[in-house]
Nanobody, 111 residues
């Protein structure tokens, strides 16, 4: 059983930056950030393999950067040039033999 704990959400003005972090209680393979805006389905934001291969949703390419530290069992999401449409609950995801999810952290982009 792996537990995932997110941190770093909050309120930020459009154009601002936030950094989200996720800490896993055990070793995992692929990790990712998903988000769910009010009234919308959960969507993939960015994903990173244990080897460091990354993919991004088109909507965040060039603005968000995903990274991880396998030794520390952490994953970060650096979010720059934030837009109101980035407002959502952001969830940490990890997989090893099964899927694991964090409880989510709220990111609000508003002036």
């Amino acid at each position: 059983q792996v537990q995932l704990v997110e941190s770093g959400g909050g309120l930020v003005q459009p154009g601002g930056s936030l950094r989200l972090s996720c800490t896993a209680s055990g070793s995992v393979n692929t990790m990712a950030w998903y988000r769910q805006a009010p009234g919308k389905q959960r969507e993939l934001v960015a994903r990173i393999t244990s080897g460091g291969t990354t993919i991004y949703a088109d909507s965040v390419k060039g603005r968000f950067t995903i990274s991880r530290d396998n030794a520390k069992k952490t994953m970060d999401l650096q979010m720059n040039s934030l837009k109101p449409e980035d407002t959502a609950v952001y969830y940490c995801y990890a997989s090893i033999f099964r899927d694991y999810w964090g409880k989510g952290t709220l990111v609000t982009v508003s002036s």
